[in-house]
């Protein structure tokens, strides 16, 4: 007992002068931020001759300790910039906050790092939107990625397509169609189909291609997220989030005219002004007017955008923000081969076996058709107290489509295996809209439960939907593949006379309202420095009004339920993690048509359970080597339950009954890598297997991989080098590509097997980046590959195009 004693008392003699110490220094912390608002990050903040200081994280927060009582002069600096100072005085054990408002923008701080080689330029280590919370990468339990306006910039990429080849996991597969409702284009995620049609975590639906002029970063979420983002813009695979720029208090902005083959041409404007002599009113245009012609004979695109954007902050706790994006394009749509006939009828089984000519549009002018979106937002954003705040969102979005949707169909020939007939038909649009409202109210908080920190966000959400489409079609013709045939007569004149000379062959009305009530609560509690946990809940009330379809859609309603669980544990902290995530989502499928034994083998309707998916993942995130690596790799395994199918029964079969015991599993891995391994040189790497199956399905299908699946092997890579400043300066070069494998468009028994290719995209880019203006030149498609993407159909994709641009800044 005596040596315990004397043990404690020497600890305690040791440790006195720590303590003393420790009651005689002070902190200085806080964030340094550009003059448009962003957090800045890499900035050196020290205290001037004293040789202690720190370095602003990916939010702008830095933390020098142990400073004696005293006056200092704090400064931050970086390099090629000018250095703001600030004077502070300390007492014994203070904690002191000093904050530091770079005079230059983001993009300006952008350039001068990335001119030194000292940053993962391409890196996105953190997001507002993924959790609505702000939360860094590597402490968040979801899996998500962002290509930011640095790689699209120096990919000369213009639209939100030409963006997602650098998403890890993401196939296109249906081009735009530019009708009203659709979202823009169709993309694949771990084995599920997803459009883009949220913007700033709202709803913000366009028709047709998405112009990128408004792009800050481009967010692709993974997994099943009803919880935080309902179910009606979101898939079992994830979403894609739209960021946009944002007004800031300096003047600055850019033009840029572009030129390419194919009758490429754009010119857009991005500029940004404070409106009044306090700055606290702040506004940015945005906007661009290109044309796109096609590879093939006849086709182009002829796209405007316009997104003005204004912010006011009338004081340091309230922001207001109200701003629109204005999409109007005129188009022919892209050549779509539909599959009513097995493959092997055709005399093929890959899509290059057939006797289709690549260049060919097997269509004459004007079938084209017209596409408005028109998109208005607005958000007040307000500090309740510190760590406590409010956003109320408010979306609303119209869009419309009027015109010609030409597609085609293969047939067999005639007793000749391989000599086929195309079959030319149209799906027009006349006078079509679709109305989405969205008002979102979030309560934020980071706040400590005894010693724990905790971070909440209560969300409030009403979402309306109205639809009124009304599509018609007819067939148009036959032709044949082969022989000196002219296949201009298809063409929106001899169009439009069938139209006027008899009723269409279909009509096809989509009306209807759709009211969501929901509300959502999503916590973050750190039990430790190392280790947090996250736990959501969101509760939807669906009110279906009903419609039609075709024919008239009984409306409903429903409450559905939708958890999420996340862990996290930083061995390592703020450099790797390992975490796992339980994430649901859900779908309603309302009345469908049962077999009922009971009632002499009739039909009856029957209100259906909601349709589940549920995932489960597992992973490591890395932001290693002060910033130069970010990794996540993760498997994921969603299992879907109750998906409506063929009743098995032949008596119910015969009367097309459905019964609702389906279900489908996807597995799969996911690699996400950006690198800067050394000065000047950038990585940005991705990889995906999938692995889906329809588990319980119609015989036809069961145990198979469904058409909608996409590729079960994607890879994506870019590589970027900056020479350095002493040979070139703003000298860079870019090459990299993407790989999918064979894409199974039929698979079933009946229809056999019909595949689109595996193939490889090569791409490069060179660029001349001064402060003032900037010179960039890119090919798409090295090679000049064939290659095909669709899901049940196949669309023929572009071949080498060349596209130049110059750009000056001010």
């Known amino acids: 007992m005596k040596n315990h004693f004397r043990l404690a008392n020497l600890l305690i003699v040791l440790m006195l002068p720590v303590s003393l110490l420790a009651q005689s220094v002070a902190t200085i912390k806080g964030k340094v931020t550009t003059a448009d608002g962003d957090p800045a990050e890499y900035v050196t903040v020290s205290l001037k001759g ?46 002191a906050t000093l904050d530091f408002m770079l005079a230059e923008s983001t993009a300006q701080l952008q350039e001068v790092i990335v001119s030194t080689g000292r940053i993962n330029k391409f890196a996105r280590t953190n997001s507002d939107y993924v959790s609505k919370m702000p939360l860094k990468n590597i402490e968040n339990p979801q899996v998500y990625n962002t290509i930011g306006k640095e790689l699209l910039t120096e990919q000369l990429v213009f639209t939100v397509d030409d963006a997602m080849r650098n998403a890890p996991g993401i196939q296109k597969m249906w081009e735009a169609t530019g009708r009203a409702g659709d979202g823009g284009s169709y993309y694949s995620t771990r084995g599920f189909i997803v459009q883009s049609q949220l913007r700033n975590g709202l709803a913000g639906n366009v028709t047709s291609d998405i112009d990128a002029v408004n792009l800050e970063k481009l967010e692709t979420i993974k997994g099943p997220s009803a919880t935080l983002f309902g179910s009606a813009l979101t898939s079992y695979g994830g979403l894609v989030n739209r960021v946009t720029k944002k007004p800031y208090e300096t003047f600055g902005g850019e033009v840029a005219v572009s030129a390419g083959n194919y009758d490429f041409q754009r010119v857009s404007l991005d500029v940004n002004t404070p409106v009044t002599s306090s700055r606290n009113l702040m506004l940015r245009v945005n906007t661009a007017f290109s044309h796109q012609g096609t590879f093939q004979t006849i086709g182009f695109n002829r796209n405007f955008a316009l997104a003005p954007s204004l912010l006011f902050k009338p004081s340091d706790r309230l922001s207001i923000q109200v701003d629109a994006e204005i999409f109007r394009s005129e188009i022919v749509g892209k050549q779509l081969i539909f599959f009513y006939v097995p493959g092997y009828t055709l005399g093929a089984t890959r899509a290059d076996q057939l006797a289709i000519d690549y260049r060919n549009s097997y269509m004459g002018g004007g079938l084209t058709q017209q596409s408005r979106s028109t998109n208005v937002f607005g958000q007040v954003n307000y500090r309740i107290a510190p760590g406590f705040t409010s956003s109320t969102n408010v979306s609303t ?24 007939n195309l079959v030319r038909a149209d799906q027009s649009t ?11 109210q979030l309560f934020n908080g980071d706040n400590r439960l005894g010693s724990l920190r905790n971070r909440f966000v209560l969300g409030l959400d009403y979402l309306h939907v109205n639809s009124n489409q009304l ?12 022989g000196n045939y002219d296949y201009s007569q298809f063409n929106g004149a001899n169009l439009n006379a069938l139209y006027a000379s008899k009723a269409p062959d279909f009509t096809y009305p989509v009306t209807g309202i759709r009211n969501t009530y929901s509300a959502f609560l999503s916590d973050v509690l750190n039990l430790t420095d190392r280790l947090s946990v996250l736990a959501a809940l969101r509760v939807d009330h669906f009110d279906n009004k009903g419609g039609t379809e075709g024919s008239a859609v009984a409306g409903y309603q429903q409450t559905a339920f939708s958890p999420k669980f996340g862990l996290v544990y930083q061995p390592i902290l703020d450099k790797v993690s390992v975490f796992a995530n339980y994430q649901n989502s859900f779908n309603n499928r309302g009345i469908y048509n049962a ?36 990794t996540t790799i993760s498997y994921y395994d969603i299992k879907v339950k109750n998906l409506l199918r063929t009743d098995p029964n032949p008596l119910a079969a015969a009367r097309f009954a459905q019964t609702q015991d389906g279900t489908q599993v996807s597995r799969g891995v996911e690699l996400d890598v950006v690198a800067n391994p050394f000065a000047g040189f950038n990585v940005v790497a991705g990889f995906s297997y999938n692995d889906s199956k329809l588990t319980q399905a119609d015989a036809d299908v069961n145990g198979r991989r469904p058409t909608t699946a996409s590729s079960p092997v994607l890879a994506n890579l870019w590589l970027s080098y900056r020479l350095p400043d002493y040979v070139v300066k703003g000298l860079g070069f870019g090459f990299g590509g993407n790989y999918a494998s064979e ?31 900037r010179i960039s030149a890119k090919v798409d498609n090295l090679t000049n590959q ?23 800044k001010f």
Do not use: C
């Open 743 to 773: 894409n199974k468009i039929q698979n079933s028994v009946s229809q056999g097997v019909f595949s689109l290719p595996a193939y490889t995209v090569l791409n490069a880019s060179a660029f001349y980046d001064q402060r003032k203006f």
């Open 471 to 482: 599509f018609f079609g007819s067939t148009y013709d036959t032709v044949p593949l082969s």
């Open 397 to 420: 979005s119209h869009s419309y489509s009027n015109g010609i949707g030409p597609y085609f169909y293969l047939l067999p020939g005639g007793t000749t295996l391989g000599v086929n």
């Open 50 to 95: 004293k040789g202690q200081g720190s370095i602003t994280n990916g939010k702008g927060e830095y933390t020098i300790n142990r400073v004696k009582a005293g006056t200092y002069t704090v400064q931050a600096t970086a390099v090629g910039l000018k250095t703001s100072e600030k004077e502070i005085t300390l007492t014994a054990s203070e904690s």
């Open 595 to 630: 077999y009922d034994v009971t009632a002499s083998d009739s039909l009856t309707q029957r209100f259906a359970k909601l349709e589940q998916a549920n995932q489960f993942e597992a992973g490591v995130k890395l932001n290693a080597f002060s910033g130069r690596l970010t």
């Open 786 to 808: 064939h290659y095909w993407i669709g899901y049940t159909t196949m669309n023929p994709q572009r071949l080498r195009s060349f596209v130049g641009s110059i750009a000056y």
């Open 430 to 440: 006349r006078n079509s809209t679709n109305d989405v409202f969205e008002v979102q």
